[in-house]
């Protein structure tokens, strides 16, 4: 089955730097790969997906490239602010309704003023 | 965006007991959502697919009898803790996909057994 590693597992950051985690997976067959951000005792929140066919994404401060060769997926965090302190997940699927989410072990960012 | 609610929020209960936990797409279909299992500043683990009007697929090492799962409907998926023991004390948050493969979350349950 599918494996995804995530790295760091904490960052720390000043307010205004930018903040980059790191995610590997090891099935080719994943073409879907969805970043979640997580407070605390809340549910996760979609913030950002690719899909294998594009490398690079942006919406706003945050964008997500991928390597599907290298089998490597990122998330960047620009102009970082207190409110983004957070869990983030990134997660590998294979992209059909109905196929499971294989998550990451979760990179907890802290963003200091 | 697409709305999945899970009841109860909290539950507190003796070993030994059931405890039932509701999921459900508000303003969708759902034929397939998933149950997440979830440990203090851990990641969610897949535990099972809930298929409506099938059997649900379980992930490795997950006890099929002791995780009972009824999709009985397309909005309503339900995860049953049978014989509860406080190993099982954990934040359980269920998911469903819309348009293809976004999955969106319940606001999770948070299960704690004496």
């Known amino acids: 089955g599918e494996n995804v590693e995530q790295h760091p597992s904490t960052l720390s950051v000043q307010e205004g730097d930018s903040a980059v985690i790191k995610c590997t997976y090891s099935?080719?067959?994943?073409?879907?790969f969805p970043w979640y951000k997580q407070e605390l005792g809340k549910r996760p929140q979609l913030i950002i997906d690719i899909r294998s066919n594009v490398g690079e994404k942006k919406d706003q401060r945050i964008a997500v490239t991928l390597n599907k060769t290298a089998k490597h997926f990122s998330l960047h965090i620009t102009e970082t602010q207190p409110e983004d302190s957070a869990v983030y997940f990134c997660?590998?699927?294979?992209?059909?309704?109905?196929?499971?989410?294989?998550f990451g072990t979760g990179t907890s960012l802290t963003v200091i003023p | 965006g697409a709305v999945v609610s899970q009841h109860p929020s909290w539950v507190i209960c003796k070993s030994g007991t059931s405890v039932k936990i509701e999921c459900r797409s508000l303003d969708f279909q759902a034929t397939t959502m998933f149950w997440y299992r979830q440990f203090p500043k851990q990641s969610l683990m897949l535990m099972a697919t809930s298929n409506e009007g099938s059997k649900a697929t379980y992930e490795q090492g997950v006890e099929k009898d002791k995780f009972l799962i009824n999709h009985a409907s397309l909005t309503l998926s339900t995860l049953t803790v049978t014989s509860a023991h406080p190993e099982d004390s954990s934040f359980y948050i269920c998911?469903?996909?819309?348009?293809?493969?976004?999955?969106?979350f319940g606001p999770g349950t948070r299960l704690l057994v004496l």
């Open positions: 099935d080719s067959a994943s073409n879907y």
């Open positions: 997660a590998a699927s294979s992209g059909n309704t109905g196929n499971q989410f294989y």
């Open positions: 998911s469903a996909p819309m348009y293809q493969e976004t999955q969106y």
